[in-house]
């Protein structure tokens, strides 16, 4: 018996090591390219650069199994995460339609936003969608087709601040919060007020959510909350002291690429810690994820300020370039305060590659927040772009014993 103990003692001490995330090769392999890397491998700190790159291999059945690499991982070392939560958001506004789908709501439902508090905003229309009309489904749409800022505030409102959190925390996300609309200022008592929504299914009403009011701050252990040396405030005057983003939003890179793996192989989680999401949800996300703005009527946008890699930062940077077309990039960026974030799971159809890749760097040589001078151009960009296209040209090389079906993953853009 005790020989059998000590057997299985170490039969799981070796699956813990198998599953131990390297800390060294991603390191080793932006070294050997110092062109590339080594600005910012100089001072990797400065850059705030994280990094977190995982292998899939597939068994003979399709199942995917995970090795993970890391580079400067800490989760409780803070970066702004910006529109990277609007994600999360996407995923708890369609299991909650999914839990009240018994009063006749759907994503496709009309939802009518109200206000009950200072500041809150009313919509009654979304002229963006071909009915003309706004609902979640929509808004999921805007979101991951260009990281539409109005759309995650409608679905924050809706899941409501509390529900949000108590998700990432039942979800295992446990160094990241969700507090603040984006883009307008959003923080203190009036981010934990939430406008009251109705539903309709044509004239019917179906679903009647009152005001909510949620009290917690979410607290969390995390360092460098302060930054730089001074920043604008909202008359554009300069105050001389650090930046304080204390009490603002928080979502950790192994976090989102957590959630990014959920998302896209539910089937390599156990059945009650996946999403309560349909196919129809899984299809919805998968499509708009992937899709280019250029592709899409409802919403219709400019292809000069939004073409078709615009938000694939892993990979193109920000270059105005055709899209490979035997490459689709499954992803979710942000931008903000000189922070360029990307989660993605890339797919490549021709050469039988997929792998997920989540990385975070900051520029603000200056120091000054809220000025709109960053170097987003010169080393952020760069660096995102050059990052996806080392870690694509190692998966070229990788030899992998079962090839990858896609078939889930291969979309008509254009029904």
């Known amino acids: 018996m005790k020989r059998i103990l000590t057997i299985a003692l170490s039969l799981m001490i070796l699956s813990v090591m198998a599953q131990k995330t390297d800390t060294i090769f991603l390191k080793k392999l932006m070294e050997a390219k110092p062109d590339l890397f080594s600005t910012v491998l100089s001072h990797p700190d400065h850059n705030q650069v994280q990094i977190l790159y995982t292998q899939i291999n597939r068994d003979a059945k399709n199942q995917p199994t995970f090795k993970t690499f ?11 995460p910006a529109s990277t939560v609007k994600l999360a958001a996407v995923i708890f506004a369609l299991e909650k339609v999914n839990r009240l789908k018994n009063t006749g709501l759907s994503a496709k439902s009309t939802m009518i ?31 991951l087709l260009t990281s539409d800022n109005d759309a995650f505030n409608r679905l924050f409102e809706f899941i409501g ?82 930046f304080s983003l204390a009490g603002k939003n928080a979502f950790a890179i192994n976090d989102q690429q957590k959630l990014m793996q959920k998302l896209i192989f539910p089937e390599a989680f156990p059945a009650n810690k996946r999403f309560n999401l349909t196919p129809e949800d899984y299809k919805l996300i998968y499509t708009y994820m992937s899709k280019y703005p250029t592709e899409s009527d409802f919403p219709k946008y400019d292809p000069k300020e939004f073409w078709a890699a615009y938000a694939k930062m892993l990979y193109y940077g920000r270059e105005q370039v055709t899209p490979d077309p035997n490459i689709r990039i499954f992803n979710k960026y942000g931008d903000s305060y000189g922070y360029i974030i990307d989660n993605s799971y890339f797919v490549d159809f021709k050469n039988g590659i997929e792998y997920f890749l989540t990385a975070v760097v900051q520029s603000n040589e200056d120091g ?13 960009f760069p660096f995102m772009k050059n990052l996806g296209r080392t870690i694509y040209e190692l998966e070229l090389q990788r030899n992998k014993k079962h090839k990858p079906d896609f078939s889930k993953f291969k979309i008509d853009y254009n029904p």
């Open 161 to 242: 601040r509390a529900e949000i959190n108590e998700k990432l925390k039942a979800n295992g996300l446990n160094n990241s919060r969700i507090l603040n609309r984006l883009a307008i200022g959003d923080a203190g008592e009036s981010a934990k007020h939430t406008n009251p929504i109705k539903f309709y299914n044509g004239d019917k009403l179906v679903y009647d959510q009152p005001a909510q009011y949620d009290p917690k701050e979410y607290e969390l252990q995390l360092t460098n909350l302060v930054m730089g040396k001074g920043y604008m405030d909202s008359t554009d005057k300069l105050v001389n002291k650090p």
């Open 113 to 143: 936003t109200d206000s009950a508090y200072k500041g809150q905003n009313k919509v009654l229309k979304d002229t963006s969608a071909k009915s003309g009309l706004p609902s979640i489904e929509h808004y999921v749409k805007k979101i």
């Open 70 to 80: 890391s580079y400067n991982l800490d989760p409780h070392h803070y970066f702004y």
């Open 368 to 380: 000054i927040f809220n000025d709109n001078k960053y170097e987003y151009e010169t080393v952020c």
